[in-house]
Structure formats: structure tokens, C-alpha cells
């Protein structure tokens, strides 16, 4: 041990070891410590604006309708944010890992659960409101790139996904009054899936996938929008009792309401 600090001591004397003074560590780690949490409020923002543009344009739904859902899914997914999302969360593991609480663990398991923890962290602020407040405030103030980002999940909804609000509701169709004012004819057949655990009712927002050809809509899938559920007033029968649920295409059941 003497040996060790004799020569130590040389190396410091002959100007080899350059003493390096306590703030510059403890500044390091500041500078380390405040990069990761940017870097982490970045990759947390963009995974839960993904899933927010995915909700509101219902696209997260379009798997759940067979291979052209998920056909049209990989298509029209935001790419290009949901890279961005996967590089700074590459980014934060690689921050993160330079700290001793990870050193022990292996790479895999790290990584893992370092996106778990974006993931449920992203799904929490999108269900918040978060980003309804956030695209309000951009707009309003016309802050440059969010505003843009915000105003293209509204303006520029995915081929083959309308979203609106159910009218003039049959066995075999039923119109469709879209958000942006048009108004659809929505044809179903034995193969469109239609909701099963809730009714398909007049009144009722919902996402129509599915072909536009002209003013008609060959629809694959219709989806309840869960995000925003209007209801009309019911018409009652002379017993004051709602219509009769008529069967649906696929088995189900939805409720048959009108508009007085």
C-alpha cells in the first residue's frame, strides 16, 4: 500500500495525474442528471402524443379489424414521430446507464423495463387531457412546430377513417354525419365487424373504416368513439318505452334511438 501511494504521489509530482477539484465531478453530474430528465420529458411526450394522434384519429383501433386494418394501421401510423419516440428513448437508456443503480442489471432487463416505465408513463398523460390543453395553447398562440403537429391530427384524418356521428340507422346501413360537415351513406355487410360489448345507436360518434367511394362508405369496421359519446334525446313509444333492439349483421345487438 505504501509502495502504492509512493508512486501515486511521483506521478503527481512528475505532472503525469493532473488533480481534477470536486466541482467539476459534482457539475458533471448535473449536467448528466439534468440531460436525462430532458431527455426523458422529450421521449415521454412524444410516445404519449403518438397514442394521442392514434386515439383521436382511431387509428389505434384499425388492428382490431383483420389484415386491412392492419394494413391500413401500418400505412397511416405517424412514423416519423414514432421514430423520433424510439430514438430518444435509446438515448435515455444510454444516459441511464452510465449510473451505478444499473450497472448490475442486466441489458436486456434494463431495457425492458425502462420502457415499460415511458410506456406507462406516455399512456397516463394521454388520458389526462393533457394534449387537448397543449393543442389549445399552440393554436391559440400559434406556437411554432406544436401548432402544426396539433392542427394535423384535426385536418388531416387517415385515408379510409371517418370519424362522425350516426343517422338514419338500418340493418344494412346507416349515415354517417361526418365532422367535417359531409354526410355518408355507410354500407355493412356480413363481414363488417360491428361493436359487440355496446349499441350502435343514432346519435352515437363513431370511427367508420372502410373504402370512400364518392358518398358511400364500403365499411370493413366500425368502432364506438369512446372519446366523445353524444346523445340525442330518444324518441319513446306510446308505452314510453324505447324501440326494440334489432339483430345487428355479426350476431350482436344495438338499440334502435332516433331524434324526436
Do not use: C
Not at 412514423?79 to 448490475?104: E, K, T
Not at 373504416?209 to 369512446?226: D, P, Q, S, Y
Request: no cysteine; hydrophobic share 45%.
Amino acid at each position: 500500500m505504501d509502495n502504492l501511494q509512493k508512486n501515486i504521489l511521483n506521478k503527481i509530482k512528475a505532472g503525469e495525474i493532473s488533480m481534477v477539484p470536486k466541482w467539476h465531478f459534482v457539475l458533471r453530474g448535473v449536467l448528466w442528471a439534468t440531460m436525462t430528465i430532458v431527455v426523458a420529458l422529450i421521449a415521454i411526450y412524444l410516445l404519449s402524443f403518438v397514442m394521442f394522434a392514434l386515439r383521436e384519429s382511431g387509428l389505434m383501433f384499425a388492428p382490431l379489424f383483420g389484415w386491412s386494418g392492419l394494413v391500413l394501421f401500418i400505412v397511416s401510423s405517424p412514423w416519423i414521430i414514432i421514430l423520433a419516440s424510439g430514438f430518444f428513448l435509446l438515448a435515455l437508456y444510454v444516459l441511464v446507464s452510465h449510473y451505478s443503480f444499473s450497472y448490475q442489471k442486466p441489458l436486456v432487463y434494463s431495457m425492458v423495463g425502462l420502457v415499460f416505465l415511458v410506456i406507462a408513463l406516455s399512456s397516463f398523460i394521454q388520458t389526462t387531457g393533457f394534449h387537448n390543453q397543449a393543442g389549445d395553447f399552440a393554436n391559440r398562440h400559434g406556437v411554432p412546430g406544436l401548432a402544426p403537429l396539433y392542427r394535423g391530427v384535426g385536418e388531416r384524418p387517415p385515408q379510409d377513417v371517418t370519424k362522425g356521428t350516426v343517422s338514419e340507422l338500418t340493418d344494412s346501413q346507416f349515415t354517417l354525419i361526418a365532422d367535417s360537415g359531409e354526410v355518408y351513406t355507410v354500407e355493412l355487410n356480413n363481414r363488417t365487424k360491428l361493436p359487440k360489448q355496446a349499441e350502435l345507436i343514432e346519435g352515437e360518434s363513431v370511427f367508420v373504416f372502410g373504402h370512400l367511394e364518392e358518398t358511400t362508405i364500403k365499411a370493413f369496421g366500425v368502432r364506438i368513439n369512446n372519446g366523445q359519446q353524444p346523445r340525442l334525446p330518444e324518441e319513446r313509444g306510446e308505452g314510453g318505452g324505447e324501440r326494440q333492439s334489432r339483430p345487428a349483421l355479426d350476431g350482436s345487438s344495438y338499440k334502435m334511438r332516433t331524434v324526436e
